[in-house]
């Protein structure tokens, strides 16, 4: 189990494991909220083993996966994409108050499980988005970021990896650092080991080394049109191709797989970071899902559970609204924003069954599906082996900078032969 939040060796970790915008932010907490980069050690140490990524759409998500994760006793992540929490957004949970929120929590109900703060497709698409980037990134470190995932995947194989490159100096050498290649659309534009392997020699050549890498491996995000999922060969080949460069897998879309295929990708590739959206926001707000996490639809329509989640009142004026938006069922994030002052408003009984739902859900992930339960002990063990906030990188550099300069980038680029798939916004 988690050590107790007053004892000696807890307190150890508070003092020396916390990163120092965490540690300047709330200088009194309890709550141990760490670098990314430890999340991935401890699940790595732990082997054929991945941890949730839980994007946090309500509060109540959060206070959920926190708990499951305390009973678990696993080091878990909590996140918000780009386009869920950043400067333009569809959730009131964001890069710049979700380290707040968690660090709350913590505090409030005693948990001293690891936690990881994580901008998640913090996405860059042309030169205005990296001109923008290098003003944005600080500031979310700021407010408590402490692991990013860089997505320049939108962009061609060069200029993905220089704009990964160009804003690298703006996110601290202690901070979790995912890296994407292969933009997220299903079961076309499949990412390559060629792919891979060209941003991870890039990258390595200018000294970065991330902790995780994202690919396009067959899923999508949000509600899935079917149940085709992760290539967990294709993932495994990849990842096996990179394996020199102590890269893990971060694994996107998980919502639309069933728990044998996401078994699966634990057991056979490097993955140690698992991200779930979609299923967490149905299962709050008491939408039937199916194993896979998606939403069971009725002539297209969510299904509410009675008696679970929300008031059947606030989830008549939920479809209300997204009728009279003309919302169809995947459209329904966008009622993240409109609706969380009223979700917060129902009922003390309402908000902890809402909550109680996603932590039972996320329990049985952890403990059943991902193998993460006992994790939060390995990090305690890496944070105390480390001595300090920063574990260090996984590897060397390997590749010589000299052959990796942007001509040469650019020339290299050029020679591999990819089929990126069809052009359009597959954000989430």
């Not at 500031?139 to 990964?164: C, K, R, V, Y």
């Not at 056979?268 to 069971?296: C, F, H, P």
Request: with cysteine.
């Amino acid at each position: 189990m988690a050590w107790s939040n007053q004892s000696k060796e807890y307190e150890k970790l508070l003092e020396i494991g916390r990163p120092p915008n965490i540690a300047s932010l709330f200088p009194n907490s309890k709550g141990l909220i760490v670098s990314g980069k430890f999340i991935d050690r401890a699940l790595t140490a732990k082997g054929k083993a991945m941890t949730i990524a839980a994007n946090g759409r309500n509060h109540l998500i959060i206070r959920g996966v926190l708990a499951a994760a305390q009973k678990a006793d696993a080091a878990v992540i909590i996140e918000i994409a780009k386009s869920e929490g950043g400067s333009s957004f569809y959730c009131s949970v964001n890069y710049w108050n979700m380290a707040r929120q968690v660090d709350a929590v913590l505090n409030e109900l005693g948990l001293t499980v690891p936690v990881a703060i994580h901008a998640d497709h913090y996405g860059i698409k042309n030169d205005k988005d990296l001109a923008k980037a290098k003003v944005e990134v600080p500031t979310m470190f700021e407010a408590g970021i402490t692991s990013i995932a860089i997505d320049a995947s939108h962009l061609p194989d060069d200029q993905n990896l220089l704009a990964s490159i160009a804003v690298n100096p703006f996110i601290p050498k202690w901070a979790g650092l995912e890296c994407e290649v292969g933009e997220i659309k299903g079961d076309v534009g499949l990412s390559t080991p060629a792919e891979a392997l060209f941003l991870v020699q890039g990258l390595n050549a200018h000294d970065i080394h991330p902790d995780w890498i994202a690919l396009n491996n067959g899923t999508t995000h949000g509600i899935q049109a079917s149940s085709a999922g992760i290539n967990v060969d294709l993932t495994a080949e990849i990842h096996k191709a990179i394996a020199p460069y102590g890269l893990s897998g971060a694994q996107h879309g998980t919502s639309g797989n069933s728990s044998e295929r996401l078994k699966e990708i634990a057991l056979k590739t490097r993955t140690t970071k698992a991200n779930v959206a979609t299923a967490l926001q149905m299962v709050s707000w008491g939408v039937e899902i199916d194993d896979y996490g998606n939403a069971i639809l009725k002539d297209g329509a969510l299904v509410k559970i009675p008696g679970q989640g929300m008031t059947e009142e606030l989830w008549a004026e939920m479809v209300a609204f997204g009728a009279d938006k003309k919302y169809k069922a995947g459209d329904f994030k966008n009622l993240n924003l409109p609706f969380e002052n009223k979700i917060l408003s129902q009922p003390k009984e309402i908000r902890e069954r809402m909550t109680k739902a996603v932590e039972d859900f996320v329990y049985n992930l952890l403990t059943k599906v991902f193998s993460a339960d006992g994790t939060a002990k390995l990090t305690y063990e890496a944070i105390m082996k480390a001595g300090g906030c920063d574990p260090g990188p996984k590897a060397s550099r390997l590749e010589d900078p000299a052959n990796w300069t942007e001509a040469k980038i650019k020339e290299k680029a050029a020679a591999i032969n990819t089929d990126k798939g069809p052009a359009g916004n597959f954000d989430d």
